[in-house]
Antibody
Framework: QVTLKESGPVLVKPTETLTLTCSVS??????????VSWIRQPPGKALEWLAHIFSNDEKYYRTSLKSRLSISKDTSKSQVVLTMTNMDPVDTATYHCARGYFDSLGNYYFDYWGQGTLVTVSS | EIVLTQSPGTLSLSPGERATLSCRASQSVSSSFLAWYQQKPGQAPRLLIY???SRATGIPGRFSGSGSGTDFTLTISRLEPEDFAVYYCQQYGNSWWTFGQGTKVEIK
């Protein structure tokens, strides 16, 4: 059974650094067909992709946030970590991690998602 | 960066009616990398359609996807009460992932 679960602070202050952890089970972060993305959703707004890490440790970031984001993984712990520096109230959102999957036909999609964790940025 | 534009923003329909949701890309998207998700309040998105037209595991046959290039469509043939939700299209290309802004399907 594949699961992803996000954890991290509920409240951060402006200018602080946010660190979120995605703990996965039911698959290995070293599986070549799989990667993990972080995706956020401000209250009442659309989904916004932030960052992705592939099994070979290739990393990709949303261009507009690239200077503030860092994604990493610990395969032995089955965890993917996202850090976002210099947090601002506009970064208030539910942060989801999701598994990206390349199937045998070459399709790529997010097939499993974590429930998400709401992060509020406020002093 | 590929921008996905979904229309309409809101679709007001009655149970049993047909829903047609559009997703238009600012440049051509590989069908292999076009997916649709359903999201209900307080829940994570759920994969409905991948590869533009393949239903994900457990998704009822009333959901279908079509399209290619820059124009993609999600169709719900007969709306069930549990189908009223927000639907997002999403693409992957050049190591960049994009979501549309969503279409809300609400009860009329």
């Amino acid at each position: 059974q594949v699961t992803l679960k996000e954890s991290g602070p509920v409240l951060v202050k402006p200018t602080e650094t946010l660190t979120l952890t995605c703990s996965v089970s039911g698959f290995s972060l070293s599986n070549a067909r799989m990667g993990v993305s972080w995706i956020r959703q401000p209250p009442g707004k659309a989904l916004e992709w932030l960052a992705h890490i592939f099994s070979n440790d290739e990393k990709y970031y949303r261009t507009s946030l690239k200077s503030r984001l860092s994604i990493s993984k610990d395969t032995s712990k089955s965890q993917v970590v996202l850090t976002m520096t210099n947090m601002d109230p506009v970064d208030t959102a539910t942060y989801h991690c999701a598994r990206g999957y390349f199937d045998s036909l070459g399709n790529y999609y997010f097939d499993y998602w974590g429930q998400g964790t709401l992060v509020t940025v406020s002093s | 960066e590929i921008v996905l534009t979904q229309s309409p923003g809101t679709l007001s329909l009655s149970p049993g009616e047909r829903a047609t949701l559009s997703c238009r890309a600012s440049q051509s998207v590989s069908s292999s990398f076009l997916a649709w998700y359903q999201q209900k309040p307080g829940q994570a998105p759920r994969l409905l359609i991948y590869g533009a037209s393949s239903r994900a595991t457990g998704i009822p046959g009333r959901f279908s996807g079509s399209g290619s290039g820059t124009d993609f469509t999600l169709t719900i043939s007969r709306l069930e009460p549990e189908d009223f939700a927000v639907y997002y299209c999403q693409q992957y290309g050049n190591s960049w992932w994009t979501f549309g802004q969503g279409t809300k399907v609400e009860i009329k």
